[in-house]
């Protein structure tokens, strides 16, 4: 009798997980919502796990790789983003881990785009106003205004996947749109979304003609009204552009004083000591956060401070956090069903048992010939 393939997840992600259940895997689930510790999943890949599922919770380096040493035959990641798992020692033990790109990206950048436009006309304080019975009378500016979106203009930092998509939504509001990339500049969709403006404008459809350009992130910083992070965390020393504190006490004071800052990409890009100051002294006017140096976000995190209740929207990493983009078992649409999908491609040897023509596979550079 063969022996049934073994599957450690670290995390109940739904009813994909039934397709490994059908195949007759031999599949354990960590039962507690919270992440386990480190240790369990250490133990578990001792054991002789040969696929390990995971989320960005988990650290995932060379102790649990180094566990799983001639047994582990991949790791599959439920998100697009892979900080938590070190690529290097990945590549040392020669195991490939998959992610969940694409099925993410329409949902996490209308979140961006629903955090910049909440962020800015105030959504919040004006539902307060009314829940706790503040909102005494209309009056044209009192007690507060917001600001429109349409009309202004939008960096985009980091066009890949999100930003691109990102880009799309802020066209359809008639903004202007700064592009900012050192490694990818995908000028075909910047001239076909201008084609777009240009056509929207002839056509009476907008009222003003919109732009869109790449230009420098100086550039992006001093002239957006809204600049919106769509960048993977890269610490020093990974990748020629590192983008952990990207967002820093520099950066934040080149902003101009109307600027609002959406951060949907990872915590550690903004240094929020500094953004909790800016916020405070008025460097900037406004920031929405889904993400955090620290998740969950410290009980004593200074964004906390409710005299920024005002103008500082904080969201529970929760961009991507759509019913079928999280849960669908199709893995052209849910983020389950190709974390699943990406670990029976390695397990099972499809793509003629071709790593590097495994479309979910990362860390493809590991197994070239
Ligand atoms: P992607 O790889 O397609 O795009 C990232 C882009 O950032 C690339 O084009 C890259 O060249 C660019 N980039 C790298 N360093 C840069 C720098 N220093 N300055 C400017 N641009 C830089 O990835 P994606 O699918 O668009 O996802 C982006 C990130 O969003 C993920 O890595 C993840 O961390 C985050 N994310 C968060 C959520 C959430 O729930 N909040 C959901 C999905 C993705």
């Not at 040392?92 to 910049?116: G, R, S």
């Not at 996947?161 to 500049?185: H, Q």
Request: glycine share 8%; net charge negative.
């Amino acid at each position: 009798m063969t022996q049934r393939i073994r599957v450690f997840a670290t995390c109940d992600i739904g009813d994909a997980l039934n397709i490994l259940r059908q195949k007759g895997y031999d599949l354990e689930v960590y039962p507690q919502p919270e992440a386990p510790p480190k240790a369990l999943i250490v133990e578990k890949v001792k054991s002789g796990v040969q696929g390990l599922i995971t989320t960005l919770r988990d650290s995932i380096d060379a102790e649990v790789f180094a566990a799983g040493k001639g047994t582990l035959r991949v790791v599959s990641q439920l998100a697009v983003g892979f900080d938590n798992i070190n690529r290097a020692d990945a590549n040392k033990y020669k195991i490939p881990f998959t992610n969940t790109a694409d099925v993410l990206t329409e949902a996490t950048a209308e979140f961006a785009f629903f955090l910049m436009g909440a962020l800015a006309r105030k959504l919040w304080p004006a539902e307060h106003l009314t829940r706790d019975n503040q909102w005494g009378y209309w009056h044209p500016f009192l007690p507060f205004l917001g600001d429109e979106v349409t009309g202004k203009t939008v960096a985009v930092i980091g066009t890949g996947r999100i930003g691109l998509a990102m880009i799309k939504k802020c066209a359809g509001f008639d903004m202007d749109i700064l592009c900012y990339d050192p490694a990818y500049e995908n000028r075909e969709y910047i001239q076909a979304i201008q084609e777009t403006m240009d056509l929207r404008f002839e056509r009476g459809i907008s009222r003003d003609k919109t732009m869109i350009r790449y230009t420098t992130l100086d550039d992006c910083l001093k002239s957006a009204d809204f600049i919106s992070l769509h960048v993977p965390l890269q610490r020093p020393g990974e990748g020629s552009n590192p983008t952990y504190h990207l967002i820093n006490e520099s950066t934040l004071r080149s902003m101009k004083p109307t600027a609002m800052l959406i951060n949907t990409s990872r915590g550690p890009v903004v240094d929020e000591t500094a953004l909790a100051r800016a916020l405070r002294e008025n460097w900037i006017a406004g920031a929405a956060l889904d993400v955090y140096e620290n998740e969950p976000l410290p009980a004593d995190s200074p964004l906390r401070d409710p005299g920024l209740a005002d103008r500082c929207r904080l969201l529970p990493h929760f961009a991507s956090a759509g019913r079928i983009t999280r849960l669908s078992s199709d893995p052209e649409k849910g983020m389950a069903g190709r974390c699943v999908q990406g670990l029976i491609d390695v397990i099972e040897g499809n793509y003629g048992g071709d790593i590097t023509k495994m479309p979910y596979v990362v860390n493809k550079e590991a197994f070239a010939k």
